[in-house]
């Protein structure tokens, strides 16, 4: 019983702590001088609207999605090329993504087609950031943003781009990868 309560004062001590460092009390936080304006607080950052409550699981498969786009965001305005690789020689679109994703270590096949056997079926209300999403019968991949846009490889004489899933007609399907 002795061992439960100090255990409980512990990581009460721990947490007021751990609050004080985040947020500091009112008034306290001016110079020795008193004149010195305080500290701004951290920026608040707001969680996404899907997660209601903190899930570590969840979050980071987020996370993860957010850094595909991110990732594959430094690519826009690379030239397309059929059959191309690399952001040196340029990017088709199932390049691109197997490109993007090779570098989150998800061995992906060259082709949309390859691409669309792999990784979990999300249907379109479904879509998050960093899923793939296909389109002519899984003829063209890209890698969606959100808001209805994702970056791709369109056609010859392109350059990789944010497209809007409504300038395709064809929406085929998605597919999902987590974090290795």
């Known amino acids: 019983m002795r061992t439960i309560r100090l255990l409980i004062l512990l990581?009460?001590?721990?947490?007021?702590?751990?609050?004080?460092?985040?947020?500091?009390?009112q008034g306290h936080?001016?110079?020795?001088a008193g004149n010195t304006p305080a500290v701004p607080p951290f920026p608040r950052?707001?969680?996404e609207r899907h997660l209601t409550f903190f899930h570590p699981r969840k979050l980071e498969r987020s996370l993860f999605g957010r850094r595909v786009v991110a990732y594959a965001r430094h690519f826009l305005g690379v030239p397309y090329r059929w059959g191309g690789s690399s952001p040196g020689t340029g990017f088709d679109c199932s390049g691109l993504v197997r490109f993007v994703y090779g570098h989150f270590g998800i061995p992906l096949p060259h082709s949309s087609w390859g691409d669309?056997?792999?990784?979990?079926?999300v249907t379109r209300r479904q879509l998050r950031a960093g899923d793939l999403v296909f389109f002519y019968g899984a003829g063209h991949v890209g890698i969606y943003v959100g808001g209805g846009r994702f970056i791709d490889a369109p056609h010859t004489g392109a350059r990789v781009r944010v497209s809007t899933m409504g300038a395709y007609s064809s929406y085929y399907g998605a597919r999902r990868?987590?974090?290795r």
Do not use: D, M, Q, S
Request: proline share 6%.
């Open 11 to 25: 990581l009460a001590v721990a947490l007021a702590l751990g609050l004080a460092l985040l947020r500091p009390l």
């Open 29 to 32: 936080a001016t110079g020795a």
């Open 45 to 47: 950052l707001e969680p």
């Open 116 to 121: 669309l056997a792999h990784g979990r079926r």
């Open 177 to 179: 990868f987590e974090a």
